[in-house]
């Protein structure tokens, strides 16, 4: 009994709804994708890994954006994936395209500079619309305007271990507004005046939105003393520490915000999204940084998750057998091992102690 398809319209696979499916009590939450019609094997891949450690249990929604119309057989095929009702979106061509005021010289300029000094998608347009919707925009898409947060998913993504507990549920009731896994340094090519239009922001603010006493602005400044035991040296007082986007768990009303709003408008007045090629992780992480306070941040440990070429492996061996965790924690890519990580400096800085008080 599905209801017909149709590339731009909400589509439930299954006529028994999800809250007699439900086992458990569910926050007002959805999982999100991005994703194009031809990775779709991908996503079948992240679903169904996310859908057998977690969802199964839970039947959140799940919802797919796309720039373009997805085809019949990608709502199809996630539908039938899903154990939650699925919604497909198409992002409007105004949330994703250089904005008119971008010199268009000087951007083919910089494409072929970045492209020549060898920059990851140093080319590529698509790949800054992405990371310019993923700061600005996904969150004021009508799909997601009734709901309070989302999980982001990627396609070929893997969730290795049984969720011990529902993130949102603790995002909820511990007022946690933005959650990951995997932290690491930033390839500072891409970001070369970022920090730049960041500094001038802070001064503009002049403590107005910014509450330098009560934030985790620390986690990301260079230290000095240690320095010259850096693998990432950054030319500027940023450390290149990130929030690795393609997992993350947040409150859409933090991204919402006029706060939040305001400081991706000055940044993308820089045209820095399309001259350089800032990714939304950086954005992300750098918002979080001064907007949230210490205690607003969560970095959950217990969950297992790749996205190549990084992974993470809970580092007990009882969480590792609790939760049938199929991950080999000494194998190449887990971020505990590799010296591109930032969780050394989350822990020095103190994000440990921010972790949940009761799970
Ligand atoms: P990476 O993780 O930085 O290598 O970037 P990805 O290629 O994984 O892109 C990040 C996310 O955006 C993934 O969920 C992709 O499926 C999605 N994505 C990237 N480019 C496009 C695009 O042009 N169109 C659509 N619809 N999704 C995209
Ligand atoms: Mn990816």
């Not at 982001?152 to 511990?174: A, G, H, L, T």
């Amino acid at each position: 009994s599905n209801v017909k398809l149709s590339t731009n319209s909400y589509v439930k696979h299954d006529t028994i709804g999800p809250t007699q499916l439900g086992r458990f009590q569910r926050e007002n939450a959805t999982l999100l994708m991005l994703v194009r019609n031809e990775e779709l094997a991908g996503a079948l891949r992240a679903m169904r890994s996310l859908e057998d450690r977690f969802n199964k249990n839970y039947h959140y929604d799940w919802i797919f954006l796309n720039d373009v119309p997805f085809e019949d057989i990608f709502i199809e095929t996630t539908s039938a994936m899903a154990s939650g009702i699925t919604k497909y979106a198409v992002v409007p061509s105004s949330d994703w395209s250089t904005p008119n005021w971008i010199d268009q010289d000087l951007y083919a300029r910089q494409r072929e500079y970045m492209t020549k000094i060898k920059v990851l998608h140093g080319e590529s347009e698509s790949y800054r619309n992405m990371c310019r919707f993923y700061s600005g925009f996904f969150f004021r898409q009508e799909v997601l305007d009734n709901y309070d947060y989302y999980f982001r998913v990627e396609p070929d993504v893997e969730y290795f271990c049984d969720f011990s507990y529902d993130p949102f549920k603790i995002m909820k009731e511990q007022n946690k507004k933005y959650g990951f896994v995997i932290s690491l340094h930033e390839y500072e090519d891409t970001i070369p005046t970022l920090w730049e239009a960041v500094d001038e922001y802070i001064q503009e603010d002049e403590g107005y939105d910014i509450d330098m006493e009560n934030n985790i602005f620390d986690f990301i400044i260079q230290e000095d003393s240690i320095s010259s035991a850096k693998v990432f040296d950054s030319n500027s007082d940023y450390n290149l520490c990130h929030f690795w986007t393609n997992f993350e768990i947040a409150d859409l009303n933090f991204f919402r915000s006029d706060k939040y709003l305001r400081f991706f408008n000055y940044l993308d007045s820089k045209g820095g999204f399309y001259y350089e090629r800032w990714g939304d992780a950086p954005i992300h992480t750098i918002a979080a940084s001064l907007f949230l306070r210490p205690d607003e941040v969560i970095h959950f440990e217990q969950i297992g998750y790749k996205h190549s070429p990084y992974f993470a492996c809970p580092s007990a061996y009882s969480y590792r057998l609790n939760q049938r965790c199929l991950c080999d924690y000494a194998g190449t890519g887990n971020i505990h091992l590799e010296a591109i990580s930032c969780l050394q400096e989350w822990w020095k800085w103190g994000g440990g102690k921010t972790f949940m008080s009761n799970y």
